[in-house]
């Protein structure tokens, strides 16, 4: 029987982490922005539950809105679409936070909703506004340190 004699390999420390990919931690803008996603998901669900609807919906609202509630339903896939974005790029998840807010207060301007709860779903986009110049201002600060870094 042939004896092979052991090898040692040594391996460097940053040798071995090039090899690995990292799991980036989720920073505090992707945990407010995942609460207000959860929030905004349950909101859906009850308003899309004919049960529930009336908690969500005020009851004197006429039979005809279903291409409101279409339309709501398309943006909030949107915003988990933006909120999905966050997790990569920054950048793109700031545009299309941006963009579903500015899809909200189209929506606004054309919905039938009169008297005293009129205007509140721009009010209650505001969060999400603010998120996506949140995350446009931490992209703009991560390229800007990269580029003093180069």
Do not use: D, H
């Not at 899309?48 to 398309?74: D, F, H, N, Y």
């Not at 915003?79 to 700031?94: C, D, P, V």
């Amino acid at each position: 029987m042939l004896e092979r004699p052991e090898m040692q390999i040594t391996v460097s420390v940053s040798e071995a982490v090039k090899g690995v990919v990292m799991k980036k931690a989720p920073s505090k803008l992707q945990w407010v922005t995942g609460v207000y996603a959860l929030l905004y998901v349950a909101f859906e669900v009850l308003a899309t539950i004919p049960s529930t609807r009336s908690l969500i919906i005020e009851p004197t609202r006429p039979e005809s809105m279903g291409l409101e509630l279409a339309l709501t339903q398309l943006l909030c896939l949107l915003f988990l679409l933006g909120y999905a974005a966050s997790w990569s790029n920054e950048l793109i998840a700031g545009a299309v936070l941006l963009l579903w807010f500015a899809l909200v207060c189209w929506m606004e301007a054309f919905s039938i909703r009169f008297g005293p709860g009129e205007g509140m779903t721009t009010v209650l986009a505001l969060p999400g506004l603010i998120l996506g110049i949140l995350f446009l201002v931490s992209w703009f600060k991560q390229t800007a340190v990269r580029g003093a870094g180069m």
